[in-house]
């Protein structure tokens, strides 16, 4: 089991927008449409952004959105705000009932 | 409100076992809907995903762990346990319970740090 590739880091001035990419490969994010994100502050829970590549749950600004190309899926977030910045994880499913998140991305507002 | 609470010793020695319960509140383990994971992340570090278990006692482990690893279900309690055996320093993290369904965790705990040291 390999992690999924993301950048380590990603930043924007307030109001811009940014993108994260999470490139796994023929056998997970490829193949699946269980791509979820997670958005993690520093000694915080991480919190469920994105489900199934590009569903909103209830309560995510629509500032956030998903999706997927092949092997990579992507974080868009829009119209960057202060409380924006954390860390971002990609998760997506490899068969087998198997699970395998991405390395993070720490995500910077200027 | 759906809550998970992770509970358990926050030291534990090289070479012995750690035990972790999640106790859920404010709906049923026995949902046919969901899953119930742990998972982990070693400090400055990512996640990592542990394990699944169904109310039924169904079981789907990390390849990397699978040897020493072990989820039980006690649905009496709505609670469910993770056993890592033969621990090592690489093992201290914080540990979190999380519900699964439709392909992604919704509800996390809080996490609780298990920190590996004689």
């Known amino acids: 089991q390999s992690a999924l590739t993301q950048p380590p880091s990603a930043s924007g001035s307030p109001g811009q927008s940014v993108t994260i990419s999470c490139t796994g490969t023929?056998?997970?994010?490829?193949?699946?449409?269980?791509v979820s994100w997670y958005q993690q502050h520093p000694g915080k829970a991480p919190k469920l952004m994105i489900y199934?590549?590009?569903e909103r749950p209830s309560g995510v600004p629509d500032r956030f959105s998903g999706s997927k190309s092949g092997n990579t899926a992507s974080l868009t977030v829009s119209g960057l705000q202060a409380e924006d910045e954390a860390d971002y994880y990609c998760?997506?499913?490899?068969?087998?009932?198997?699970?395998?998140f991405g390395g993070g991305t720490k995500l910077t507002v200027l | 409100q759906l809550q998970l609470q992770e509970s358990g010793p926050g030291l534990v020695k090289p070479s012995e076992t750690l035990s972790l319960t999640c106790t859920v509140s404010g709906g049923s383990i026995s949902s046919y809907d969901y899953y119930w994971a742990w998972i982990r992340q070693p400090p400055g570090k990512g996640l990592e995903w542990i394990g699944n278990i169904y109310y039924s006692g169904s079981t789907y482990y990390n390849p990397s762990l699978k040897s020493r690893v072990t989820v039980s279900v006690d649905t009496s309690k709505n609670q469910f346990s993770l056993k890592l055996t033969s621990v090592t320093a690489a093992d201290t993290a914080v540990f979190y319970c999380a519900r699964h369904g439709g392909g992604s965790f919704d509800f996390w705990g809080q996490g609780t740090l298990v920190t590996i040291s004689s």
């Open positions: 199934e590549v590009s």
């Open positions: 998760s997506s499913h490899e068969g087998s009932n198997n699970w395998v």
């Open positions: 023929s056998s997970d994010v490829g193949a699946y449409n269980y």
